[in-house]
């Protein structure tokens, strides 16, 4: 490979909001865990993360996933693992669960500690409306979605 | 906001979904089997139109012509590449409703 | 305006690559930058060098080095998606070359607009 190409930029002080935007469902296809560690890695860059849910995304979310059967990867728990990693913004489009006759009690939850709050645990999943959700997209610098 | 569509409506309802979220002043673009969304006489002309009075809605001409169909919904723009590329310059963030 | 293009999926399957090419050379065209071309998912597969399609058809592989070359464009192939779908070095097509997911990150805070091009 070249020399010439630049494979490295200048990143220092740079804050962006991005939105990892999740609308397929879990084990049909891989896009739901990819997406996952995709996000996984950009907690690393003290970015300004938000994942949203919407469509047959908000199944990612869904409790009691038992993948034994048909003998894949279970991820579930790597949500709840994204409170550890300062992820505190996971938002589940509302019309999306009434679609789909879901409530908040059939999700996962996902507990993070607000480093503003004395390290108070809260929950990191919230459910928005498709017009927050659409205004809040707006305000986004990157939307990744699979 | 650009949202781009490349899948058919009858397919899949990704535009729907981007229809559901694009606000005043935004923009569509509809690219490769997202160009069946600008064609008259389908059961999403109307939609399309209703759409077309408060957001930028435009499709990609390349991909229309590989599909032999040309009858575009009036008020929706036909672009090229290069457009398409005006437009994320016009427009930030560019979503992409896989 | 420097752009990162995104691409999920892989050549001849899908048309993303297709679609990603055409806007890359239109951007270049317009005076534009390209930071970098990020394959992921079975966009690994864009790198694949023992792709042989028919010869009266486009060889996207070729498309993509040949472009990079000529622009001096950074095709990067995800390590993890490319070991999944056994994408390594000894079949890697020349432009291209394999690192961690935080280059998509990266180039998502480098560039102004990063693009997705996929299913």
């Known amino acids: 490979m070249s020399d010439e190409i630049q494979t490295e930029y200048d990143t220092a002080g740079v804050e962006k909001k991005f939105m990892f935007l999740n609308r397929k469902a879990p084990y049909g296809t891989i896009y739901a865990l990819e997406m996952l560690e995709t996000v996984l890695i950009s907690a690393a860059f003290d970015q300004d993360v938000t994942l949203v849910f919407m469509d047959d995304g908000v199944y990612q979310l869904k409790k009691g996933c038992d993948t034994k059967a048909v003998n894949m990867k279970n991820f579930s728990a790597t949500y709840k693992a994204l409170g550890d990693y300062d992820i505190s913004k996971l938002f589940v489009e509302k019309e999306s669960m009434e679609a789909r006759g879901l409530t908040q009690d059939d999700l996962i939850e996902v507990i993070y500690e607000d480093e503003d709050d004395d390290w108070a645990e809260k929950p990191a999943i919230h459910v928005k409306s498709r017009d927050e959700i659409a205004k809040l997209m707006e305000e986004q610098d990157v939307i990744i979605s699979a | ?98 | 305006m420097k752009y990162g293009i995104l691409i999920n999926e892989g050549p001849f399957t899908h048309q993303a690559s297709d679609t990603a090419y055409h806007f890359t050379r239109a951007a270049i065209e317009k005076g534009h930058q390209v930071l970098r071309v990020f394959f992921y998912h079975d966009g690994v597969y864009n790198a694949n060098a023992l792709s042989e399609p028919q010869s009266d058809d486009r060889n996207i592989v070729k498309l993509w080095g040949d472009l990079a070359k000529e622009h001096k464009i950074d095709l990067v192939v995800c390590v993890a998606a490319g070991l999944r779908r056994g994408i390594k070095d000894q079949v890697l097509a020349e432009g291209f070359r394999i690192s961690g997911l935080g280059q998509l990150t990266e180039i998502g805070m480098a560039a102004d607009r990063l693009i997705t091009f996929g299913d």
């Open chain 2, 1 to 98: 906001m650009l949202h781009l569509v490349n899948k058919s409506p009858f397919e899949r309802g990704a535009f729907e979904s981007a229809l559901n979220m694009a606000r005043k002043g935004s923009a569509i673009l509809l690219i490769e089997d997202g160009v069946y969304a600008a064609l008259k006489n389908t059961p999403f002309e109307d939609k399309v139109s209703a759409a077309a009075k408060d957001i930028r809605i435009c499709v990609l001409g390349p991909d229309l012509e590989a599909r032999g169909v040309d009858q575009v919904i009036e008020g929706v723009e036909v672009v090229d590449y290069g457009g398409f590329v005006d437009l994320t310059v016009d427009h930030t963030p560019v979503q992409s409703w896989l």
